[in-house]
């Protein structure tokens, strides 16, 4: 194997990409944590301010950085890359059982959202790109065209599901996922740059000058606390350390400075693309912004708009990309909770993934508004599992005494953040109860 330091610059970028590479293992976490979360971004810029939006992104995103840094580095201590395992080690089997249900319940959530975006963006690109000629809105098609019947409302979800994302997710190494990862961020690049080619058309002086809100910070802690919601969005974008956690182990000599590499050059990624799309998204849009970005009006009402509506079959192949991902954390959790082992075997693998798969188009047919549900889990469990743990399992792996100024700082930094998550869960729980959810 040719090492990294002796291989030029272009071998690096447009050499052949192995199993267990560092691009490979980059490929794998960007595809978790860019999504409808990353889209979602310029909905809540409005009373944020744009100034307190784009600190919120860059702060929340170099604490996930940091909070990597201390899990992978209490895996590299203890020579345990099982964050489930890990946890039961230091703290015993109780916090280890909660972990194993947080990530059930945010996985399965995960996936059934998934397949409502899959189903709702194929719609929407049929519009956008054909069917804008026979009906006046989207939701007129949505409604009252073939889209509603009931042979595409359940047996597309089945099938695509089926035929696609079965074999996909039978895929027991994730680094061997790395081309299906890099097709879903080229997909998610492709509509990212259309949002931005289009944004020229969207963005006018006088809806600059009139109703961006550049610094009025205020906003966001008044009325329904958009700052919380913000909060949430990005906690729920940013945090993949469920997912990160099989990446490290399968990385190729997983030494602290390789992990840290990929980690760290994720990350960038994922502030760049965030930052991007916020700010384009929002200055385009900053009147009645979407809750999706790429669900933005049409400058002509009642328009096509073809190129979004590839992009968004783009997008759909991205989540496709994005389930086998998110699944293969799950599929460790539920092999370990049901058998006591995480070998995965071929006949149990094809028989749980395939329960898992109906289960979760079943509810996605059934259940397709599950965004409360998600902002809940962005800030409870991306707080807890991206924030709490990872500092707890630090302070019992570093050496160091746990009243040590250094864990005192680390521990009281991500308790803190912790508590905005509940806090921000807490809220949305609140507007679910009086209806304004």
């Not at 744009?50 to 840094?69: D, E, H, M, P």
């Not at 009252?144 to 042979?151: D, I, L, P, R």
């Not at 994302?165 to 895929?171: A, E, G, Q, R, S």
């Not at 690049?189 to 020229?200: A, D, E, N, P």
Request: glycine share 6%.
């Amino acid at each position: 194997m040719v090492l990294d330091n002796k291989r030029s610059l272009f071998h690096k970028i447009f050499g052949p990409m192995e199993a267990g590479s560092i691009r490979g293992s980059i490929f794998n976490m960007v595809i978790l944590s860019l999504g409808t979360g990353m889209f979602a971004l310029p909905k809540y810029m409005s009373n944020t301010s744009l100034f307190l939006a784009c600190f919120l992104i860059i702060g929340i995103c170099f604490s996930v950085w940091w909070s990597l840094l201390l899990l992978s580095k209490a895996c590299e201590k203890n020579k345990i890359y099982n964050y489930s395992k890990l946890i039961e080690l230091l703290y015993g089997k109780i916090l280890s059982l909660i972990y194993d249900i947080i990530v059930i319940l945010y996985s399965f959530g995960v996936l059934i959202l998934f397949n409502c975006i899959i189903f709702s963006n194929l719609g929407e690109a049929l519009y956008g790109i054909y069917y804008y000629i026979e009906y006046d809105t989207l939701q007129k098609f949505l409604n009252n065209s073939f889209w509603n019947e009931w042979y595409i409302k359940i047996l597309l979800p089945y099938a695509s599901s089926i035929i696609i994302v079965y074999p996909m997710c039978l895929i027991k190494d994730v680094s061997k996922l790395r081309i299906i990862s890099l097709i879903g961020v080229i997909n998610i690049i492709g509509l990212i740059i259309i949002v931005i080619y289009q944004s020229k058309d969207y963005i006018k002086k006088e809806n600059l000058e009139n109703n961006v809100n550049y610094f009025d910070i205020k906003k966001g802690f008044q009325g329904d606390f958009d700052t919380l919601n913000f909060i949430s969005c990005i906690f729920y974008a940013s945090c993949f350390h469920i997912g990160c956690v099989p990446v490290i182990n399968t990385l190729t000599n997983n030494v602290q400075r390789r992990i840290e590499k990929a980690i760290r050059r994720t990350i960038l990624i994922d502030i760049f693309f965030y930052l991007v799309i916020a700010v384009v998204g929002y200055l385009s849009c900053p009147i009645d912004t979407p809750s999706l970005i790429i669900q933005r009006p049409t400058i002509k009402p009642h328009d096509s708009d073809i190129v979004m509506g590839i992009g968004k079959i783009g997008f759909v192949f991205t989540f496709f990309t994005k389930l086998p991902n998110t699944y293969s954390s799950l599929r460790i959790t539920l092999f370990d909770k049901i058998w006591g082992t995480t070998e995965i075997t071929d006949t149990k693998n094809y028989i749980v993934t395939f329960i898992v798969i109906i289960v979760c188009v079943t509810c996605s047919i059934l259940y397709s508004d599950i965004s409360s549900y998600i902002k809940i889990m962005g800030g409870l469990f991306s707080a807890l599992v991206g924030f709490l743990f990872p500092s707890l399992l630090i302070i019992k792996s570093n050496g160091k005494k746990i009243y040590h100024w250094e864990n005192i700082l680390t521990l009281a930094f991500f308790i803190i953040l912790t508590l905005i998550g509940f806090i921000s869960s807490a809220f949305t729980v609140h507007k679910m109860i009086v209806g304004e959810q």
